[in-house]
T-cell receptor, first 108, second 112 residues
């Protein structure tokens, strides 16, 4: 069961902000929104997570709408090393189900 | 600080052979997971464990077995390898059910 919907691919110019959207219209009250990315064939890397408040860390910002039905991951100044597949996941915490994500290409 | 270590990195198996994919973590994490990733696809959860002695099935458990005798180790066993099990296998761990995962670098398995 796909709990999240993401665009299959996006481009972003190097140095610009990358805004990756995610729809999760069936999210329940105790489910968190998590973001991971996978660079080439490496293991996925945790980026950020949140429940209902916006969150920021050294990698990215997470903006969650007030109704919690969608969110946006923001990479403030994209670099070529941010080219990866980005996964948006909703979970109560015990199990994560990964979809096919958004393939982000950062263009020089 | 090794994190999550998977061995081997690559393996070719013949149909019907068996093998164990090893996963060990040195972070004293309670939760451990096995995923498989087919080409161009997302990750599928095979099995997971919330602590030593406790394991449970994920989305695609058929053809696999796991055990969790210690906090550190979570091996994945393939008893009768089939071509459909050709995939990249990732092990992951985390401390608490609200924390992010730490993934290993993966085991690339080919069954011929």
């Amino acid at each position: 069961d796909a709990k999240t919907t993401q665009p299959p691919s996006m481009d972003c110019a190097e140095g610009r902000a990358a805004n990756l959207p995610c729809n999760h219209s069936t999210i329940s009250g105790n489910e968190y929104v998590y973001w991971y990315r996978q660079i080439h064939s490496q293991g996925p890397q945790y980026i950020i997570h949140g429940l209902k408040n916006n969150e920021t860390n050294e990698m990215a910002s997470l903006i969650i709408t007030e109704d919690r039905k969608s969110s946006t991951l923001i990479l403030p100044h994209a670099t070529l090393r941010d080219t990866a597949v980005y996964y948006c996941i909703v979970s109560t915490g015990n199990q994560f189900y990964f979809g096919t994500g958004t393939s982000l290409t950062v263009i020089p | 600080n090794a994190g999550v270590t998977q061995t081997p990195k690559f393996r070719i198996l013949k149909i019907g052979q068996s093998m164990t994919l090893q996963c060990t973590q040195d972070m004293n994490h309670n939760y451990m997971y096995w995923y498989r990733q087919d080409p161009g696809m997302g990750l599928k959860l095979i099995y997971y464990s919330v602590g030593a002695g406790i394991t449970d099935k994920g989305e695609v458990p058929n053809g696999y077995n796991v055990s969790r005798s210690t906090t550190e180790d979570f091996p994945l066993r393939l008893e009768l390898a089939a071509p459909s099990q050709t995939s990249v296998y990732f092990c992951a761990s985390r401390q608490h059910d609200l924390y992010g995962y730490t993934f290993g670098s993966g085991t690339r398995l080919t069954v011929v």
